[in-house]
């Protein structure tokens, strides 16, 4: 058996994952990954176990990716074949355990045994027969991927780099001086973005990944001194050389990521985006969507930009009431747009017009009648990976829902294509017998005689090799059905998905305007809701900067905003309405008194002059 299969299946999976469960996925950077040297790959983690299937799915020349795993996973037989034919590596503990800085004499030495096996994998080393068996030259120089940040966490910047991803490329180099690997190439230390629209969003025109692979981080100078201080025994030079290091990997990591100081600056700078670029903003280039999120986010947090600080504020509260309106109505900016603009008057008529037309569309337009037989096919995935959502995940960290729809889910959907599977051998089989349906005349000819052959000979006809050929026939008519299958449904889940979403829309506009204002939530029970969508719990794994002796952070980030009462969205509807314009006039204002000028701050002025000025003059007089 191929040492590697179980690697291969899994990379296919990843790849699977990605096409199917995100809409876009764009990578930049492959010029910066080398094709065949040793790699070590330090990446953001912010999305669980999507984070290593994107890494394993889009890293460039298609290299084998190998990640830590703990060593007592391969004392099972059945465990360490998995394991071992996966590409993942023994290590004896958590390389990004904190370490105590009173025993830095034991340091290297721990180091040494942590890490001999990553240094032996990035040279190409196989183990054999068991760990401590190598045989050089038997794999090519591999790849081996990290996640400095030690845990997947849901933070508006990255919070933490620990020393695991600094250890392994300077004890690389150490390995490489001390052994006399001349023939064993130097590393190359990448940092990679990783930038999501929208974690947890399936098949929506939200859910996006943009994948940065950044320039390698030069480690020369790092390697020299860290082998001179290890052959002296200096564990003291040696620690502050590894966290001179860290720190570089991770302003690396900061610059090719988003990054907001409080989640009251990315909540507002995220619905801020979808202002300026209203209906556009689910049709931006990644790459625009990157530059403009960091643009407006400096524009509402960084003490270099000089504007009016009231005015700053006074912007954030009203974009943050109108995100948490949205949030606990279950809407999207883009999507009430679409469906009420904010240039036509919220009334009664209006709502049961656009509830008529959005009903009207969604069920007469061709694309529902095109999608419904495929859309069966995908009812177990669907259904599968809602239960999952809402009864595995916890709401609160978008990462774990978008983790359980993609695992759950592709049980499902791996149910649906067994079927078809077995669907199309017992065609096969029962057009070997009969031959019936094979008349030339129909689009499914093309598939129907390949099927009919195929069942001739696995029913005996032509002896072995005759078996053989029926075999492989069959196979090669399941993987293209079933790989049409998929394309149909990606060409047409996207736009009924929009769809909707936009028929429920109208149907809670329409619920919220047609009944009284009296039924509406009293404005002092609205506190709660004002305050943007609630934030992740406190990560248990990740270090937060501590309280002062008044009992409050120093990190701003730290703030938790709690889930709100659940509500009927109906109540919010006209607040919600109301919290748009005052939305729409803050950000129209503000952007107009900036003097800064650059091109992502252009860009943004430009919107706001053409989308806000212009178009929603009425809303600030």
Same mark, same amino acid.
């Given at each position: 058996?191929?040492?590697?299969?179980?690697?291969?299946?899994?990379?296919?999976?990843?790849?699977?994952?990605?096409?199917?469960?995100?809409?876009?996925?764009?990578?930049?950077?492959?010029?910066?990954?080398?094709?065949?040297?040793?790699?070590?790959?330090?990446?953001?983690?912010?999305?669980?176990?999507?984070?290593?299937?994107?890494?394993?799915?889009?890293?460039?020349?298609?290299?084998?990716?190998?990640?830590?795993?703990?060593?007592?996973?391969?004392?099972?037989?059945?465990?360490?074949?998995?394991?071992?034919?996966?590409?993942?590596?023994?290590?004896?503990?958590?390389?990004?355990?904190?370490?105590?800085?009173?025993?830095?004499? *034991?340091?290297?030495?721990? +180091?040494? %045994?942590?890490? &001999?096996?990553?240094?032996? =994998?990035?040279?190409? /080393?196989?183990? !054999?027969?068991?760990?401590?068996?190598?045989?050089?030259?038997?794999?090519?120089?591999?790849?081996?991927?990290?996640?400095?940040?030690?845990?997947?966490?849901?933070?508006?910047?990255?919070?933490?780099?620990?020393?695991?991803?600094?250890?392994?490329?300077?004890?690389?180099?150490?390995?490489?001086?001390?052994?006399?690997?001349?023939?064993?190439?130097?590393?190359?230390?990448?940092?990679?973005?990783?930038?999501?629209?929208?974690?947890?969003?399936?098949?929506?025109?939200?859910?996006?990944?943009?994948?940065?692979?950044?320039?390698?981080?030069?480690?020369?100078?790092?390697?020299?001194?860290?082998? *001179?201080?290890?052959?002296? +025994?200096? %564990?003291?030079? &040696?620690?502050?050389?590894? =966290?001179?290091?860290? /720190?570089?990997? !991770?302003?690396?990591?900061?610059?090719?990521?988003?990054?907001?100081?409080?989640?009251?600056?990315?909540?507002?700078?995220?619905?801020?985006?979808?202002?300026?670029?209203?209906?556009?903003?689910?049709?931006?280039?990644?790459?625009?969507?990157?530059?403009?999120?960091?643009?407006?986010?400096?524009?509402?947090?960084?003490?270099?930009?000089?504007?009016?600080?009231?005015?700053?504020?006074?912007?954030?509260?009203?974009?943050?009431?109108?995100?948490?309106?949205?949030?606990?109505?279950?809407?999207?900016?883009?999507?009430?747009?679409?469906?009420?603009?904010?240039?036509?008057?919220?009334?009664?008529?209006?709502?049961?017009?656009?509830?008529?037309?959005?009903? &009207?569309?969604?069920?007469?337009?061709?694309?529902?009648?095109?999608?419904?037989?495929?859309?069966?096919?995908?009812?177990?995935?669907?259904?599968?990976?809602?239960?999952?959502?809402?009864?595995?995940?916890?709401?609160?960290?978008?990462?774990?829902?978008?983790?359980?729809?993609?695992?759950?889910?592709?049980?499902?959907?791996?149910?649906?294509?067994?079927?078809?599977?077995?669907?199309?051998?017992?065609?096969?089989?029962?057009?070997?017998?009969?031959?019936?349906?094979?008349?030339?005349?129909?689009?499914?000819?093309?598939?129907?005689?390949?099927?009919?052959?195929?069942?001739?000979?696995?029913?005996?006809?032509?002896?072995?090799?005759?078996?053989?050929?029926?075999?492989?026939?069959?196979?090669?008519?399941?993987?293209?059905?079933?790989?049409?299958?998929?394309?149909?449904?990606?060409?047409?889940?996207?736009?009924?998905?929009?769809?909707?979403?936009?028929?429920?829309?109208?149907?809670?506009?329409?619920?919220?305007?047609?009944?009284?204002?009296?039924?509406?939530?009293?404005?002092?029970?609205?506190?709660?809701?004002?305050?943007?969508?609630?934030?992740?719990?406190?990560?248990?794994?990740?270090?937060?900067?501590?309280?002062?002796?008044?009992?409050?952070?120093?990190?701003?980030?730290?703030?938790?905003?709690?889930?709100?009462?659940?509500?009927?969205?109906?109540?919010?509807?006209?607040?919600?309405?109301?919290?748009?314009?005052?939305?729409?006039?803050?950000?129209?204002?503000?952007?107009?008194?900036?003097?800064?000028?650059?091109?992502?701050?252009?860009?943004?002025?430009?919107?706001?002059?053409?989308?806000?000025?212009?178009?929603?003059?009425?809303?600030?007089?």
């Amino acid at each position: 058996m191929e040492p590697m299969l179980v690697y291969f299946i899994l990379r296919k999976i990843s790849d699977w994952s990605m096409s199917i469960f995100y809409s876009e996925v764009e990578v930049v950077g492959k010029e910066n990954v080398p094709k065949d040297s040793p790699l070590l790959v330090c990446a953001n983690h912010h999305n669980e176990i999507m984070d290593i299937a994107t890494l394993t799915a889009t890293i460039p020349h298609r290299r084998q990716v190998s990640f830590w795993a703990k060593s007592s996973m391969f004392k099972n037989p059945i465990t360490r074949f998995i394991l071992t034919s996966s590409g993942a590596i023994p290590v004896k503990r958590n390389p990004n355990a904190p370490k105590d800085s009173s025993s830095s004499s *034991a340091t290297i030495p721990a +180091n040494e %045994s942590l890490f &001999a096996e990553t240094s032996r =994998a990035l040279a190409g /080393e196989r183990p !054999r027969g068991n760990l401590a068996n190598y045989v050089t030259g038997v794999w090519p120089d591999r790849v081996v991927g990290v996640f400095p940040e030690g845990t997947s966490y849901t933070e508006p910047h990255i919070m933490q780099a620990k020393e695991g991803a600094a250890w392994a490329a300077l004890d690389f180099a150490k390995w490489k001086a001390e052994d006399d690997k001349a023939g064993v190439k130097p590393l190359s230390v990448v940092p990679v973005g990783l930038v999501y629209t929208d974690k947890s969003q399936y098949q929506s025109r939200y859910s996006k990944i943009y994948v940065k692979y950044g320039e390698p981080i030069p480690i020369q100078a790092y390697a020299r001194d860290y082998v *001179a201080a290890s052959l002296s +025994n200096d %564990s003291t030079t &040696a620690h502050s050389i590894v =966290a001179k290091l860290t /720190e570089n990997i !991770r302003t690396e990591l900061v610059k090719l990521s988003i990054n907001a100081p409080t989640w009251d600056v990315l909540y507002s700078a995220e619905i801020a985006r979808n202002i300026l670029w209203d209906d556009q903003a689910d049709q931006m280039k990644l790459e625009d969507f990157d530059k403009t999120t960091r643009t407006i986010i400096a524009l509402l947090s960084d003490p270099d930009v000089k504007t009016d600080v009231e005015a700053r504020r006074l912007t954030i509260s009203s974009l943050l009431k109108y995100s948490g309106l949205l949030h606990y109505s279950g809407l999207r900016h883009n999507t009430l747009s679409a469906v009420l603009p904010a240039t036509s008057s919220p009334g009664k008529c209006q709502a049961i017009r656009s509830l008529i037309f959005q009903f &009207a569309v969604t069920l007469l337009h061709p694309r529902l009648i095109l999608f419904f037989p495929v859309a069966i096919l995908y009812t177990p995935a669907y259904l599968l990976g809602f239960l999952a959502s809402r009864s595995l995940a916890n709401p609160l960290l978008p990462e774990t829902v978008a983790e359980f729809k993609v695992i759950v889910g592709g049980v499902g959907l791996g149910i649906s294509y067994s079927a078809v599977t077995i669907a199309l051998t017992r065609l096969a089989l029962y057009l070997g017998r009969h031959g019936a349906l094979t008349t030339g005349r129909r689009p499914v000819d093309f598939v129907v005689p390949s099927l009919e052959l195929a069942g001739r000979f696995l029913r005996g006809e032509g002896g072995l090799s005759g078996r053989v050929w029926g075999i492989a026939g069959l196979a090669a008519t399941v993987y293209l059905s079933l790989k049409f299958l998929t394309h149909w449904h990606k060409w047409l889940v996207r736009g009924n998905y929009t769809q909707l979403k936009r028929l429920i829309a109208s149907y809670k506009l329409a619920a919220g305007l047609l009944r009284p204002a009296s039924a509406a939530l009293a404005a002092d029970k609205l506190g709660p809701y004002l305050h943007g969508p609630p934030t992740p719990p406190l990560n248990p794994f990740v270090k937060y900067q501590p309280k002062d002796t008044n009992g409050s952070s120093t990190d701003d980030a730290n703030k938790r905003i709690l889930r709100a009462p659940p509500v009927a969205s109906h109540k919010l509807i006209r607040h919600l309405l109301d919290a748009r314009k005052d939305a729409l006039r803050s950000v129209a204002q503000y952007v107009a008194g900036l003097s800064l000028k650059g091109d992502g701050v252009d860009d943004v002025k430009r919107r706001a002059a053409a989308l806000n000025l212009r178009r929603y003059t009425d809303l600030q007089r």
